[in-house]
């Protein structure tokens, strides 16, 4: 069974920075595209970045392009999102999801089927 545990959330001020970890296990992680994805207060989920199978592949929302990057280190197992000048409304529980059966990668939520618990990021003014 795929699980995934997402770490590395906390509270931050504006312009400050967050590096979130994706722990995958049950599966290799080279055998499956990730995503991570957020949802704040009174909103819908949204894709925020992927990254494919061996990271050849990547995708950015808009909103987060420039300022932050996805990463995978297939021997541990981990994918990252490295967050830099956050702002407050970046302010979200963030999700990472997996997909083995997808190549490449994607943002969109019906891709994924196994989700983490999601990790909250808050970014003060």
């Known amino acids: 069974q795929l699980q995934l545990v997402e770490s590395g959330g906390g509270l931050v001020q504006s312009g400050g920075s967050l590096r979130l970890s994706c722990a995958v296990s049950?599966?290799?992680?080279?055998?499956?595209?990730i995503g991570w994805f957020r949802q704040a207060p009174g909103k819908e989920r949204e894709g925020v970045s992927c990254?494919?199978?061996?990271?050849?592949?990547?995708d950015y929302a808009d909103s987060v392009k420039g300022r932050f990057t996805i990463s995978r280190d297939n021997a541990k197992n981990t994918v990252y999102l490295q967050m830099n000048s956050l702002k407050p409304e970046d302010t979200a529980l963030y999700y990472c999801?997996?997909?083995?059966?997808?190549?490449?990668?994607?943002?969109?939520?019906?891709?994924?089927?196994?989700w983490g618990q999601g990790t909250q990021v808050t970014v003060s003014s």
């Open positions: 049950g599966f290799t992680l080279d055998s499956t595209a």
């Open positions: 999801a997996a997909d083995p059966l997808l190549t490449g990668c994607g943002r969109a939520i019906s891709v994924y089927d196994y």
């Open positions: 990254i494919s199978r061996r990271g050849r592949t990547t």
